[in-house]
């Protein structure tokens, strides 16, 4: 049975998977971005301000912004966990890799309130 690694999906597959979608909504993020930047070459901050004024664009922007936090999270930890290890670092390596998770969290969630308050204004 595979457990839970990070925490933030069931399972080992869990995380697979939130890495695999969380990746597709970037990069469909970004090609949208791009391709709107591209098509409107005069683009204004009147076009600009208006194309994420809409609900859609704001829920798709609130969706990237989540998939990033949730795909850097179950990265970094996967790094945490291959490179401080305590053969390589002796007894400090728990203390020392539960200090970066603790510190990623903290950066995070800050990024997530942050992100949340620029995308809905609040």
């Not at 999906?9 to 909504?25: E, F, M, N, T």
């Not at 790094?79 to 002796?90: A, F, K, N, P, Q």
């Amino acid at each position: 049975m595979v457990t839970a690694v990070t925490n933030l999906g069931r399972s080992g597959l869990y995380d697979w998977l939130i890495q695999r979608v969380s990746a597709v909504i970037m990069a469909v993020y970004t090609l949208f971005i791009v391709a709107y930047i591209v098509i409107t070459p005069e683009l204004s901050f009147e076009q600009w301000q208006g194309l994420f004024g809409q609900l859609w664009m704001r829920v798709f922007t609130l969706m990237t912004l989540l998939s990033v936090v949730a795909h850097a999270w179950i990265g970094l930890w996967a790094v945490l966990t291959d490179y401080i290890t305590e053969r390589m670092m002796g007894g400090k390596a728990l203390v020392l890799r539960l200090l970066a998770q603790v510190l990623l969290a903290v950066v995070a969630v800050t990024y997530t309130l942050w992100g949340v308050e620029i995308i809905w204004g609040f």
